[in-house]
Protein backbone atom coordinates (compact mmCIF):
# COMPACT_ATOMS: atom_id res chain seq x y z
CA UNK A 1 0.00 0.00 0.00
CA UNK A 2 1.37 3.32 -0.57
CA UNK A 3 0.72 6.34 1.00
CA UNK A 4 1.89 9.69 -1.01
CA UNK A 5 1.81 13.04 0.31
CA UNK A 6 2.91 15.54 -2.04
CA UNK A 7 2.04 18.78 -0.56
CA UNK A 8 4.84 17.88 2.05
CA UNK A 9 6.90 16.26 -0.45
CA UNK A 10 6.81 13.14 1.56
CA UNK A 11 6.61 9.58 0.20
CA UNK A 12 5.88 6.88 2.43
CA UNK A 13 5.98 3.62 1.52
CA UNK A 14 4.40 0.25 3.69
CA UNK A 15 4.29 -2.51 1.46
CA UNK A 16 3.13 -5.10 4.13
CA UNK A 17 0.19 -3.14 5.64
CA UNK A 18 -1.96 -4.36 3.26
CA UNK A 19 -0.74 -7.95 4.29
CA UNK A 20 -1.34 -7.87 7.64
CA UNK A 21 -4.89 -6.16 7.78
CA UNK A 22 -5.68 -8.33 5.48
CA UNK A 23 -4.57 -11.39 7.29
CA UNK A 24 -6.21 -9.86 10.09
CA UNK A 25 -9.31 -8.95 8.82
CA UNK A 26 -9.74 -12.48 7.47
CA UNK A 27 -9.30 -14.00 10.76
CA UNK A 28 -12.76 -15.42 12.77
CA UNK A 29 -13.52 -14.20 16.19
CA UNK A 30 -12.44 -17.63 17.89
CA UNK A 31 -9.19 -17.16 16.00
CA UNK A 32 -8.59 -13.51 16.98
CA UNK A 33 -8.61 -14.72 20.54
CA UNK A 34 -5.81 -17.73 20.20
CA UNK A 35 -3.69 -17.00 16.90
CA UNK A 36 0.17 -16.12 18.12
CA UNK A 37 1.09 -13.20 15.73
CA UNK A 38 1.09 -14.06 11.59
CA UNK A 39 4.79 -14.69 10.70
CA UNK A 40 4.92 -12.83 7.39
CA UNK A 41 8.36 -13.74 6.07
CA UNK A 42 9.63 -10.17 4.63
CA UNK A 43 7.90 -7.44 5.41
CA UNK A 44 9.38 -4.01 3.71
CA UNK A 45 8.86 -0.71 5.46
CA UNK A 46 10.87 2.43 3.48
CA UNK A 47 10.25 6.03 4.50
CA UNK A 48 11.90 9.00 2.70
CA UNK A 49 11.46 12.21 5.00
CA UNK A 50 12.02 15.56 4.92
CA UNK A 51 14.14 16.71 7.45
CA UNK A 52 12.46 19.75 8.42
CA UNK A 53 8.92 18.96 9.22
CA UNK A 54 7.72 20.21 12.22
CA UNK A 55 6.99 17.05 14.98
CA UNK A 56 3.42 17.85 14.79
CA UNK A 57 3.18 17.34 11.51
CA UNK A 58 5.16 13.87 11.66
CA UNK A 59 2.97 12.26 13.93
CA UNK A 60 -0.36 13.03 11.38
CA UNK A 61 1.70 12.56 8.13
CA UNK A 62 3.58 9.57 9.27
CA UNK A 63 2.43 8.05 13.09
CA UNK A 64 -1.22 8.38 12.70
CA UNK A 65 -1.55 6.52 9.76
CA UNK A 66 -1.19 3.34 11.78
CA UNK A 67 -1.56 4.45 15.61
CA UNK A 68 -4.86 6.80 14.90
CA UNK A 69 -5.35 11.18 15.00
CA UNK A 70 -5.62 10.63 18.45
CA UNK A 71 -3.11 7.69 19.04
CA UNK A 72 -5.77 5.41 19.99
CA UNK A 73 -3.72 2.48 18.25
CA UNK A 74 -5.27 -0.21 15.28
CA UNK A 75 -6.17 -3.51 15.77
CA UNK A 76 -5.95 -4.57 11.92
CA UNK A 77 -3.04 -2.77 11.47
CA UNK A 78 -1.16 -4.44 15.00
CA UNK A 79 -0.61 -0.89 16.02
CA UNK A 80 -0.94 -0.03 19.82
CA UNK A 81 -2.40 2.57 21.34
CA UNK A 82 -0.04 5.00 22.49
CA UNK A 83 -1.37 8.04 23.40
CA UNK A 84 -1.13 9.29 27.23
CA UNK A 85 2.28 7.05 27.76
CA UNK A 86 4.97 9.09 29.57
CA UNK A 87 7.29 10.47 27.07
CA UNK A 88 10.69 8.98 28.78
CA UNK A 89 9.12 5.29 28.03
CA UNK A 90 8.43 6.43 24.50
CA UNK A 91 12.05 7.74 24.04
CA UNK A 92 13.42 4.79 25.95
CA UNK A 93 10.96 2.04 23.26
CA UNK A 94 12.41 4.59 20.00
CA UNK A 95 15.95 3.97 21.41
CA UNK A 96 14.96 0.64 20.96
CA UNK A 97 14.12 0.49 17.73
CA UNK A 98 16.67 2.73 16.34
CA UNK A 99 19.57 0.83 18.21
CA UNK A 100 18.02 -3.20 16.73
CA UNK A 101 16.65 -3.84 20.13
CA UNK A 102 13.08 -3.81 18.72
CA UNK A 103 11.69 -4.68 15.60
CA UNK A 104 14.41 -6.95 13.98
CA UNK A 105 12.84 -10.46 14.83
CA UNK A 106 11.07 -11.90 11.29
CA UNK A 107 8.56 -13.55 13.73
CA UNK A 108 8.09 -9.61 14.31
CA UNK A 109 6.39 -7.98 11.44
CA UNK A 110 4.85 -5.19 12.84
CA UNK A 111 7.58 -4.44 14.83
CA UNK A 112 10.12 -4.59 11.38
CA UNK A 113 7.72 -1.85 10.39
CA UNK A 114 8.06 0.14 13.39
CA UNK A 115 12.19 -0.31 12.84
CA UNK A 116 11.96 0.60 9.49
CA UNK A 117 10.00 3.91 9.88
CA UNK A 118 11.80 5.02 13.27
CA UNK A 119 15.17 4.70 11.58
CA UNK A 120 14.38 7.00 9.19
CA UNK A 121 13.17 9.82 11.37
CA UNK A 122 15.94 12.69 12.30
CA UNK A 123 16.80 11.65 16.00
CA UNK A 124 16.73 15.78 17.25
CA UNK A 125 13.14 15.01 16.39
CA UNK A 126 12.49 12.32 18.99
CA UNK A 127 11.82 14.25 22.11
CA UNK A 128 9.54 16.59 20.56
CA UNK A 129 7.28 14.01 18.97
CA UNK A 130 7.42 11.78 22.63
CA UNK A 131 6.09 15.10 23.91
CA UNK A 132 3.08 15.05 21.81
CA UNK A 133 2.09 11.37 22.66
CA UNK A 134 2.75 11.99 26.15
CA UNK A 135 -0.26 14.83 26.07
CA UNK A 136 -2.63 12.98 24.39
CA UNK A 137 -5.46 11.59 26.58
CA UNK A 138 -5.36 8.30 27.27
CA UNK A 139 -7.35 5.39 25.86
CA UNK A 140 -7.94 3.48 28.89
CA UNK A 141 -7.64 -0.49 28.30
CA UNK A 142 -10.99 -2.48 28.06
CA UNK A 143 -11.08 -5.65 28.27
CA UNK A 144 -12.80 -6.97 24.80
CA UNK A 145 -11.24 -10.60 24.61
CA UNK A 146 -12.36 -12.07 28.05
CA UNK A 147 -10.67 -13.65 31.01
CA UNK A 148 -11.16 -13.76 34.64
CA UNK A 149 -10.25 -10.71 36.59
CA UNK A 150 -9.73 -12.20 39.84
CA UNK A 151 -7.32 -15.03 38.63
CA UNK A 152 -5.41 -12.30 36.79
CA UNK A 153 -5.26 -10.26 40.15
CA UNK A 154 -3.51 -13.08 41.62
CA UNK A 155 -0.73 -13.61 38.99
CA UNK A 156 -0.14 -9.96 38.38
CA UNK A 157 0.41 -9.21 42.15
CA UNK A 158 2.55 -12.08 41.93
CA UNK A 159 5.07 -11.28 39.24
CA UNK A 160 3.74 -7.86 37.50
CA UNK A 161 3.02 -5.35 40.62
CA UNK A 162 6.80 -5.29 41.66
CA UNK A 163 7.65 -3.31 38.34
CA UNK A 164 4.66 -2.34 37.29
CA UNK A 165 3.03 -1.03 40.52
CA UNK A 166 -0.22 -1.55 41.94
CA UNK A 167 -1.91 0.72 39.77
CA UNK A 168 -0.37 -1.13 36.99
CA UNK A 169 0.93 3.04 35.41
CA UNK A 170 4.14 1.59 35.69
CA UNK A 171 7.16 3.10 37.14
CA UNK A 172 10.23 5.62 35.76
CA UNK A 173 12.49 4.20 38.44
CA UNK A 174 12.43 0.29 37.09
CA UNK A 175 12.00 1.82 33.21
CA UNK A 176 8.51 -0.42 33.82
CA UNK A 177 5.93 0.30 31.12
CA UNK A 178 1.85 1.68 31.74
CA UNK A 179 -0.22 -0.89 30.86
CA UNK A 180 -3.33 0.45 31.59
CA UNK A 181 -3.69 2.38 28.40
CA UNK A 182 -2.83 -0.70 26.17
CA UNK A 183 -5.50 -2.27 24.32
CA UNK A 184 -5.75 -6.24 25.40
CA UNK A 185 -5.57 -7.58 22.33
CA UNK A 186 -1.86 -5.85 22.29
CA UNK A 187 -1.28 -6.63 25.78
CA UNK A 188 -2.08 -10.44 25.02
CA UNK A 189 0.43 -10.54 22.36
CA UNK A 190 3.17 -8.76 23.90
CA UNK A 191 3.03 -11.13 26.35
CA UNK A 192 3.11 -14.04 23.75
CA UNK A 193 6.19 -12.05 22.31
CA UNK A 194 7.92 -11.90 25.73
CA UNK A 195 7.26 -15.25 25.87
CA UNK A 196 8.75 -16.49 23.20
CA UNK A 197 11.76 -13.92 23.19
CA UNK A 198 10.36 -12.75 19.44
CA UNK A 199 10.43 -9.00 22.07
CA UNK A 200 13.07 -9.15 24.81
CA UNK A 201 15.43 -12.45 23.44
CA UNK A 202 18.41 -10.00 23.21
CA UNK A 203 20.08 -10.17 26.50
CA UNK A 204 21.20 -6.44 25.86
CA UNK A 205 17.83 -5.13 26.21
CA UNK A 206 17.90 -5.71 30.26
CA UNK A 207 13.94 -4.74 30.31
CA UNK A 208 12.92 -6.52 27.63
CA UNK A 209 15.02 -9.75 28.49
CA UNK A 210 13.55 -9.92 32.07
CA UNK A 211 10.05 -9.38 30.92
CA UNK A 212 11.27 -12.81 28.51
CA UNK A 213 12.36 -14.14 31.64
CA UNK A 214 9.36 -13.52 33.88
CA UNK A 215 6.87 -14.34 31.04
CA UNK A 216 8.52 -18.29 30.44
CA UNK A 217 6.12 -19.89 32.74
CA UNK A 218 2.84 -18.17 31.84
CA UNK A 219 0.33 -19.68 30.24
CA UNK A 220 -2.47 -18.56 27.46
CA UNK A 221 -5.31 -18.32 30.61
CA UNK A 222 -3.26 -16.66 32.79
CA UNK A 223 -2.06 -14.33 30.33
CA UNK A 224 -5.82 -13.64 29.13
CA UNK A 225 -6.49 -13.05 32.96
CA UNK A 226 -3.53 -11.02 33.88
CA UNK A 227 -5.31 -8.50 30.92
CA UNK A 228 -8.61 -8.59 32.05
CA UNK A 229 -7.12 -7.60 35.64
CA UNK A 230 -5.21 -4.79 33.91
CA UNK A 231 -8.74 -3.46 32.32
CA UNK A 232 -9.85 -3.27 35.91
CA UNK A 233 -6.65 -1.18 37.01
CA UNK A 234 -7.62 1.07 33.70
CA UNK A 235 -11.40 1.45 34.96
CA UNK A 236 -9.81 3.27 38.62
CA UNK A 237 -6.88 4.55 37.85
CA UNK A 238 -6.61 5.92 34.24
CA UNK A 239 -8.07 9.07 35.12
CA UNK A 240 -6.16 9.60 38.84
CA UNK A 241 -2.54 10.88 39.10
CA UNK A 242 0.17 9.07 41.37
CA UNK A 243 2.00 10.70 44.14
CA UNK A 244 4.93 10.71 41.78
CA UNK A 245 3.16 12.36 38.64
CA UNK A 246 1.55 15.18 40.95
CA UNK A 247 4.85 16.18 41.98
CA UNK A 248 6.35 15.75 38.85
CA UNK A 249 3.64 18.43 37.58
CA UNK A 250 3.88 20.61 40.37
CA UNK A 251 7.64 20.55 39.53
CA UNK A 252 7.28 21.41 35.58
CA UNK A 253 4.60 24.23 37.03
CA UNK A 254 7.13 25.74 39.15
CA UNK A 255 10.21 25.22 36.12
CA UNK A 256 7.63 27.45 33.31
CA UNK A 257 6.90 30.09 36.28
CA UNK A 258 10.92 30.61 36.80
CA UNK A 259 11.23 30.87 33.10
CA UNK A 260 8.65 33.17 32.73
CA UNK A 261 9.98 35.40 35.29
CA UNK A 262 13.37 35.15 33.41
CA UNK A 263 11.99 36.01 30.09
CA UNK A 264 10.23 39.10 31.91
CA UNK A 265 13.74 40.43 33.38
CA UNK A 266 15.42 42.75 30.99
CA UNK A 267 17.59 41.24 28.67
CA UNK A 268 21.21 42.72 30.63
CA UNK A 269 20.05 41.15 34.02
CA UNK A 270 19.19 37.65 32.70
CA UNK A 271 21.20 34.30 33.83
Aim: glycine content about 8%; hydrophobic content about 35%.
Amino acid sequence: MYLEYNNSKMKFVCLVLLSVSSFVLGLSAAEKKTAPPTVITSPTAQADLPQNISEANLFAQVCANCHGKKGEGSEALKAPSIAGLPSWYVETQIDKFRSDLRGTNPEDPAGQIMHNIITAIDASQITGLAKIIAAMPMHPTQNVLGGDAQKGNEVFMEICAKCHRFNGKGEVVFGSAPLIGLQDWYIRSQLYKFRKGIRGGNPADEKGHKMHEMTQYLSDEQAADVTAYIALLAKKYANTKSRREREFDEMRKKEKQKAARQNALPEELRK
